[in-house]
């Protein structure tokens, strides 16, 4: 099975505490969580993804907050030496994120005006 992730979700999927949108969008996020713990092949975006399809915020395939959080894939992709459309195992991403954002202390310069910060701040 092929998932439909963007970019930024990487970091998403590594702070994620159970809290969210709407429960029927923190149900989906752990579902989507444990797909991927499988190490299943993705798709990078910087679009709607599998993830969005239960976001309140996604409008008909398209995210109210579209150019913030295309600004957070954009950033996420480009300092993982990564493109648009790249296909790759979860893991191999995982880990990306993790060694160039997450262990770099980049996070915060990348999604520091999200709305979720704090949970991710306080995990850091």
Known sequence: ?????????GMCFF????????GEFTEHMRQMKRKLEQ???ILLLAET?????RCPHNRGGVCISAEK?????????A?????CETRMRWEDFEALVDEHILT?????????????????AGRA
Do not use: T
Request: aromatic letters at 10%.
């Open 69 to 77: 959080v295309e600004r957070y894939d954009r950033q996420v992709l």
């Open 104 to 120: 770099a202390d980049r996070r915060e310069e990348i999604c520091g005006d999200c709305q979720w910060n704090e949970l991710c």
């Open 39 to 41: 190490n299943p092949e």
């Open 49 to 53: 993804d599998d993830v969005c399809a």
């Open 1 to 9: 099975m092929l998932y439909r992730i963007r970019a930024h979700h």
């Open 15 to 22: 702070f994620f505490q159970g809290k969210g949108y709407s």
């Open 79 to 83: 300092l993982c030496g990564l493109g």
